[in-house]
């Protein structure tokens, strides 16, 4: 028998779906990975997709104190150089801002009361006036440059070295592990008698189960904390504690760990949890040595899923925490970070490579089970 290995079009299609998915995918990480590691200057002035070309820039700086003139015959002058040894080239130059390119490079520029500015294409420059400066900051020079690329880890060292991370990525760990945990334990024995126990009213459960699964988290924080909090009043527990934002992880994840869980186990062949209760094995046992053992692609599946967004979550760490130093998680710190503006780009793209790095390790070590967890039940 001759079979053909002509692929079909339907298969190319897929794979030229598969690979675009991937490639859109793709793109937004290279440039946020590129733009944790350019230069400052250049990175609030253009774009990731410039990194490698040079770039023009319309900067500003400041010439040397007076403190640091020097007499040369009846007038007093300040040099030094733009680009502090770095690299570029001066293309134009002003002393306005409403004018950064006024004045040719290497141009004589007259100024007010008789000085002068002389800016060098290497970036040297030079102030001249009939009278001794005043005052005890240099004057500003705008000038028009052309950089080359430029690389830096210091927006790694900003983020890493920045004051309380160390304590919020212990606090994340605080809150991302048990978080992880406890729906996993408490959604596989519900999935399990969902699946193979018998009890009246069994199917409302799994429908309610599935409507859970579209309540917005949002709607359920308000009426939840105010619940929290009277039972820790009730008991004389403080309400920032990490036993308030676990249980606030355990009932958000608790919806999705049942119904995926349940759509596994229920798909594991009857004939040997048949032949179990023949043996005398009770609801219990079966649990234990054979469902939980077949079970653990699906519960890895969660975990990676779980693990992920509590690990990226601020919201509930927010309103269950708060802002103290001493229970901020790494979301909360970084955000910090970024000062009251947001406009840090730097700290941002930095902070982003910093965080998924727990992330990425849990998901390349369970990755394996991913698939086979998510199609649990779906295929008899």
Known sequence: M??????????????ATVLFLVIIWTIPTAGLFISSIRDKSQLSTSGWWTALSTSEQRLVARAH???????????????????????GEITKFGSSSLRPDE???????????????????????????????????????????????????????????AEGLGQSFINSLTVTIPATIIPILVAAFAAY????????????????????????????LIPLLKSYNMIGEFFGVGSKTYVGI???????????????????IVGLPREIIESARVDGASDFDIFRKIVLPLSFPALASFAIFQFLWVWNDLLIAMVFLGNDAEHMVL??????LLGSRGGNWEILTASAFITIIIPLCVFFGLQRYLVRGLLAGSVK
């Open 2 to 15: 001759i079979t053909s290995s002509k692929r079909t079009p339907l298969t190319y299609l897929v794979h």
């Open 65 to 87: 104190e007076p403190k640091a003139q020097t007499q040369v015959g009846d007038r007093y002058v300040i040099s030094g150089n733009l680009f502090e040894g770095d690299a």
């Open 103 to 161: 004045f040719d490079v290497g141009v004589v520029a007259e100024l007010k009361k008789g000085q002068t500015l002389q800016v060098m294409e290497n970036g040297d420059y030079l102030f001249s006036s009939p009278s001794e400066w005043k005052g005890s900051r240099g004057q500003r020079i705008f000038y028009t440059a052309e950089t080359p690329p430029r690389f830096t880890l210091e927006n790694y060292r900003e983020v890493l070295s």
């Open 193 to 220: 008698a969902l699946a193979w126990m018998r009890f009246p009213g069994r199917a409302l459960l799994v429908a309610a189960v599935v409507g859970l699964l579209v309540v917005p988290l949002q709607m359920s």
């Open 246 to 264: 676990w249980l606030a992880h355990t009932g958000f994840g608790l919806p999705l760990a049942i119904y995926l869980l349940r759509n596994y």
């Open 331 to 336: 979301t909360g710190q970084l955000r910090e």
